[in-house]
T-cell receptor
Framework: AQSVSQHNHHVILSEAASLELGCNYS??????LFWYVQYPGQHLQLLLK??????LVKGIKGFEAEFIKSKFSFNLRKPSVQWSDTAEYFC????????????FGAGTQVVVTP | DSGVTQTPKHLITATGQRVTLRCSPR?????VYWYQQSLDQGLQFLIQ???????AKGNILERFSAQQFPDLHSELNLSSLELGDSALYFCASSPTAGDFTDTQYFGPGTRLTVL
């Protein structure tokens, strides 16, 4: 069965700092990869997604992610965070055995201090 | 706003009761997915419906059932509720049956509290 691991459960950083959130998955076949963000009290919003092609994917709000197939990783990055980036971030995967079923990581709570 | 709507926003009920959560997908989307988000289990896929038919099943309890109607809205029925069923229930929708390039868009969720 596929699984998704997010390396950090909580991250605290100051405004203007760089952010990198790790995500690893276990599935040997073709996968689609997603990062979703959940702002306090809100629903999940899609930040970016990778299906194929350029492994460096750019999303909304200045976020990007890099797919490294050999490492089964899909890390999320932002060069300079803002207070409004305080949220929970979820990595998700779906795979060839069940495209419709998204498998989520446990989430990383990011707190950006002014 | 993703275009996916869910009602009610909050639901408080007692153990043993039955509740129905409703979801309307984005215009044009044919698939509806249900997820449960709880502190101990995280975000878990429950079930998917595509154009009225069950398409995929995840960690859904036998006490829970869902259906998708001809107008494509979906309902998740939770019965014989237990304290542990307290969670945020999300609905998502996507254009297709869950094809390779499909993307799921999430609704605002229904927060269920079982007392």
């Amino acid at each position: 069965a596929q699984s998704v691991s997010q390396h950090n459960h909580h991250v605290i950083l100051s405004e203007a700092a760089s952010l990198e959130l790790g995500c690893n998955y276990s599935y040997g076949g073709t996968v689609n990869l997603f990062w979703y963000v959940q702002y306090p009290g809100q629903h999940l919003q899609l930040l970016l997604k990778y299906f194929s092609g350029d492994p460096l994917v750019k999303g909304i709000k200045g976020f990007e992610a890099e797919f490294i197939k050999s490492k089964f990783s899909f890390n999320l990055r932002k060069p300079s965070v803002q207070w409004s980036d305080t949220a929970e971030y979820f990595c998700a995967v779906n795979a060839g055995d069940s495209w419709g079923k998204l498998q989520f990581g446990a989430g990383t709570q990011v707190v950006v201090t002014p | 706003d993703s275009g996916v709507t869910q009602t009610p926003k909050h639901l408080i009920t007692a153990t043993g009761q039955r509740v129905t959560l409703r979801c309307s997908p984005r215009s044009g989307d044919l698939s509806v997915y249900w997820y449960q988000q709880s502190l101990d289990q995280g975000l878990q896929f429950l079930i998917q419906y595509y154009n009225g038919e069950e398409r995929a099943k995840g960690n859904i309890l036998e006490r829970f059932s869902a259906q998708q109607f001809p107008d494509l809205h979906s309902e998740l029925n939770l019965s014989s509720l237990e304290l542990g069923d307290s969670a945020l229930y999300f609905c998502a929708s996507s254009p297709t049956a869950g094809d390779f390039t499909d993307t799921q868009y999430f609704g605002p969720g229904t927060r269920l509290t079982v007392l």
